[in-house]
């Protein structure tokens, strides 16, 4: 079993900042990539910011410059740092972590429940 615990989420003013943390638990092997990604009311979810084991950073168009995500090996977490938010970066947030959980199988991917963002005045 894995279990992703997310945190961070709330309610802040537009231009204010945010920081989400994931952290993984439970029968872990060896952690590859992990993300976040978002979902507004109405719309898919979509990808935000991706690293890999190796500290590859990815994120979507609209969030470069604003959002860093990081990772601690160590305690097998992944955090966003969300700067200069807006109102349309309003959404639930969901970590998703792809890793080996016993030696000798192939990765699996695992979604935390999500942690709701909201940016308004």
């Known amino acids: 079993q894995v279990q992703l615990v997310e945190s961070g989420g709330g309610l802040v003013q537009p231009g204010g900042s945010l920081r989400l943390s994931c952290a993984a638990s439970?029968?872990?092997?060896?952690?590859?990539?992990m993300g976040w990604y978002r979902q507004s009311p109405g719309k898919e979810r979509e990808l935000v910011a991706t690293?890999?084991?190796?500290?590859?950073?990815n994120y979507a168009d609209s969030v470069k410059d604003r959002f860093t995500i990081s990772r601690d090996n160590a305690k097998n977490t992944v955090n966003l740092q969300m700067n200069s938010l807006k109102p349309e970066d309003t959404a639930v947030y969901y970590c998703?972590?792809?890793?080996?959980?016993?030696?000798?199988?192939?990765?699996?991917?695992?979604w935390g429940k999500g942690t709701l963002v909201t940016v308004s005045s």
């Open positions: 998703n972590v792809n890793l080996i959980p016993w030696a000798g199988l192939g990765s699996m991917g695992y």
């Open positions: 690293i890999t084991s190796g500290d590859s950073t």
């Open positions: 439970g029968r872990i092997f060896r952690i590859n990539a």
